[in-house]
């Protein structure tokens, strides 16, 4: 995440006051820095080198498979294909993840998925029943289960063909 500046964009949007139940800020800072970190044109300008309808983005930190899918959701014209890895879909919580109802009822978006998560992984069960939710609704995903857990060695492990997916 700090690679790609988003430790700004958390300290930008708390000098604004924080979120206040806004998290369309936090996408909109997230896009503007990503595509400053990229070094592409911000949002809503033509990039020459674009293939589909946005530019990628993966984020390989704490709840960073979340994040990528989470930005997607909010702004596909920038996150259209998104690299997914081990995201948190389900940590415990009792209701369902606003993102699952947006994916779950909202209107189909313009989104290509990449999902990869261990088979030792503790949000494995998590991924798979995400994975069903976005093929049942016609979304166009890739998803793979690696022998390993949930940590950096496990992440390195799918990352190549990860990326090799998200630039192709």
């Known amino acids: ?25 936090f996408a909109e800072a997230a896009a503007d820095e990503a595509a400053d970190a990229v070094r592409l044109p911000s949002r809503g300008c033509h990039d020459p080198l674009q293939r589909g309808s946005a530019r990628p983005l993966q984020q390989v930190e704490y709840l960073g498979g979340l994040a990528a899918l989470w930005l997607g959701a909010r702004l596909p014209e920038i996150f259209g294909r998104v690299f997914s890895q081990a995201g948190g879909f389900a940590l415990g919580f009792t209701k369902e993840l606003g993102l699952t109802t947006i994916l779950r009822v909202g209107e189909r978006l313009p989104l290509r998925i990449y999902m990869d998560c261990g088979r030792f992984d503790p949000l494995l069960e998590a991924n798979r029943m995400m994975h069903g939710l976005l093929t049942s609704r016609g979304y166009e995903v890739t998803y793979r289960e690696f022998n390993a ?20």
Not at 1 to 25: H, K, Y
Not at 157 to 167: H, K, M, N, T, V
């Open 1 to 25: 995440m700090r690679r790609l500046g988003f430790d700004r964009v958390g300290a930008s949007v708390l000098a604004l006051g924080g979120l206040n139940g806004q998290p369309q800020l």
């Open 149 to 168: 857990g949930h940590n950096y060695p496990a992440w390195r492990e799918d990352l190549a063909s990860g990326l090799q997916w998200l630039f192709q």
